[in-house]
C-alpha cells in the first residue's frame, strides 16, 4: 500500500506545473555581457500537440527579451504568433529565422524566436488571463498561460527567468 501511495505521489509530483527547468545564466566570450536564458516549458493544454514558451535576455539589449514560442509533438512551421493578454491583443515579431524543428529526447519540438519588450513579460506574469494563438500552415494552436488561476509550466518558467533576469540586472 504504502509503495501505491508512494507511486501516486510521484505521479502527481511531475504533473505540477510548478515543476521545470532552471534558467541557465552565461557570459558571453564576444562581448562579455551576461545571457539568461530558460527552454520552452508547455502551456495549459488538454491534446497532445501543446504549445510552450522559453525565453532568452541578454545584458548587451537590457530591455529586450526573446521569446521562444513551441509546438510539442509536431513538426510545423509557425507563421504568426498572438497572444491576448486580460484582453489586450499583442502581434509578435519574429526574428528572422525559420521554424527551427529538434527531436531531442524523441519529442518532435518545432520553435520560432520572437523579439519583444521585458516589460511584456511581466505584463503576462502579473496578468489573470493571457492565452497564446500559434499559427501554423495548417491551422492554429491556442493555449493558457495563465487562465484565471489556472496556470502552466510556461507560466512557474517565466517566473524563474525573469527572477534570475532581476538578479543580473544590476549594472546595466
Known sequence: MKRLAFLAAVLLAGCSTTSGLEPNVSHSGFDNATIVSIDPHGNACDTMVCTGIGAQWNSSQPDQVI????????????????????????????TRTITDLNNNSAIKTSTKAFVVDLQLVDHILSSNRTWIRVHTPTGYLEDAVIDNGKDSKAYHA????????????EGY
Open 158 to 169: 517565466l517566473s524563474r527567468f525573469v527572477r534570475d533576469v532581476n538578479a543580473n540586472q
Open 67 to 94: 521569446l521562444l514560442v513551441a509546438v510539442f509533438n509536431e513538426y510545423a512551421g509557425i507563421t504568426d504568433v498572438q497572444l491576448n493578454i486580460d484582453g489586450d491583443r499583442v502581434q509578435l515579431q519574429p
